[in-house]
């Protein structure tokens, strides 16, 4: 258990002597248009956060992925926009990013009703664990090929399961601030996720990826790559889904586009 006072105290120090060289910081984040509208002053925050991420997390390249230093800020800066103004201590718990050049298989054993164990074979282009590490594919990550009309940020994506991991299982409620309303929240997400699997069954055409059909959690985590990276589509398919996120990340995103 670290005390917060020290832990500030650290934070501190740790900022006025290796905070990100501005021009590794420029350089490396020019490419990614999620970033872009940010102010200034919105910049420099994320540049510290950025910073003590990095100084908090280990980031480790996996199957012969060399990490460089402009990939390690641009996870960060990445990681970092969702708790732009929440706090580090969002991401709390856990020690370890793992980048793979491409999709990953993972082998997962699920128990079914009767009892019956089945192996189950994925493959994925990011996971996040409970207690443990984010992991995700550099190919759907990196700017050269992200798609940010189609809404899609494996690294946000990632990092939201996090947030939504913070009170329990994956389930599409993270721990709500005071001012916010838990019905209300449940209410919302409840009707829009209800929704999506009802277009989705009927064949309509989705504005937003199907996946986000699969569970509450991945629900959350769909809309908040939509949040960050393209918040007009969200806003027009579920506005009182962008009004919640908005709420909870205390950010307005489509101010920015
Ligand atoms: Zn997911």
Redesign the pocket.
């Known amino acids: 258990m670290v005390f917060r006072w020290l832990r500030r105290i650290r934070r501190a120090y740790y900022l006025r002597k290796k905070r990100i060289p501005f021009d590794v910081w420029q350089s490396s984040i020019d490419p990614l248009p999620v970033l872009r509208g940010l102010t200034n002053a919105e910049l420099n925050r994320l540049r510290e956060l950025s910073s003590l991420f990095l100084y908090e997390k280990a980031i480790n390249g996996a199957r012969g992925m060399e990490v460089t230093e402009t990939m390690r800020v641009q996870v960060a800066a990445q990681a970092c926009l969702p708790i732009l103004n929440l706090d580090l201590d969002y991401y709390d718990g856990w020690h370890e990013v793992i980048i793979y050049p491409d999709t990953f298989i993972v082998q997962h054993e699920e128990i079914d009703a009767a009892g019956v164990v089945h192996q189950r074979r994925r493959v994925l282009e990011g996971e996040a664990w409970d207690r443990g590490p984010v992991i995700f594919s550099w190919q759907d990550a990196c700017p050269d090929h992200s798609a940010p009309e189609a809404g899609a940020n494996v690294i946000i ?1 990632e990092l939201s ?1 996090k947030l939504d991991m913070l009170n329990g299982e994956a389930n599409g409620m993270p721990p709500l601030h005071a001012a916010m309303d838990r019905r209300q929240w449940t209410n919302i997400f409840t009707q829009a996720f209800e929704r999506i699997q009802y277009q989705g069954e009927s064949g309509a055409d989705l504005l937003i990826d199907p996946y986000a059909a699969e569970s509450p959690g ?1 629900f959350f ?1 769909v809309t908040s790559e939509y949040f960050f990276v393209a918040p007009h589509i969200l806003n027009a398919s579920f506005p009182q889904v962008y009004q919640q996120l908005s709420n909870f990340y205390r950010q307005d995103p489509l101010s920015r586009y």
């Open positions: 994506h399961h991945e985590s």
